[in-house]
């Protein structure tokens, strides 16, 4: 019984110890997931569509690649640096966009519209998915500051006065993880 008991403390002693925390992500590491993962699949899906030219193809896939890259690619860097709701709040933004750009669109065209009506409603959509492009730009540019400011260092010095001590001076650490 001893040694099954020392076998099983074993086991565990170094399976807590293989468990190590894994390096934080750098902000220049973010950026770059956030910028490529966005490139990659956007530039794919418009090759994809250049290449089938006109006429009646299945667009499906390249659409995916466009919608997934433009709405997904720029939260990857955020995700990767633990910072899941910031990059939550990126895609919540994105889809409320193209949402309330495809109701709009459909508003001004309906399922059976004639070509002034078609061009209104194109209108809305590319400024809708303009509007899209803005909201992946600006997370993409700003995930490096919110990643230094998520790992910062602060130190904070506070005057204080106890009545029964008297005036002093409180130092505060903080480090964000």
């Not at 076998?7 to 807590?16: H, I, K, N, W």
């Not at 006429?55 to 633990?82: I, K, V």
């Not at 070509?115 to 995930?143: C, F, K, M, P, W």
Request: proline residues 3%.
């Amino acid at each position: 019984m001893r040694y099954a008991l020392l076998g099983s403390l074993a086991l565990v002693g170094t399976s807590v110890a293989a468990q190590t925390t894994p390096a934080p992500v750098s902000a220049e590491a973010a950026y770059k997931t956030s910028l490529w993962g966005t490139i990659i699949p956007v530039t794919a899906g418009a090759a994809i569509l250049v290449a089938q030219g006109g006429g009646e193809h299945d667009r499906t896939g390249a659409m995916l690649l466009l919608w997934g890259g433009s709405m997904f690619g720029p939260a990857l860097g955020y995700a990767q640096t633990s910072l899941g709701g910031r990059a939550s709040k990126g895609i919540g933004i994105r889809a409320g966009i193209e949402l309330v750009t495809l109701a709009a669109a459909f508003a001004v065209c309906g399922m059976n519209c004639n070509h002034n009506q078609e061009s209104r409603a194109n209108i809305v959509l590319l400024g809708g998915l303009s509007l899209v492009a803005v909201s992946a730009i600006y997370d993409i540019t700003h995930v490096r500051r919110n990643v230094r400011r998520h790992t910062a260092t602060t130190v904070s010095f506070t005057p204080i006065y106890a009545a029964d001590r008297g005036v002093g001076m409180r130092v505060a650490l903080g480090h964000a993880f």
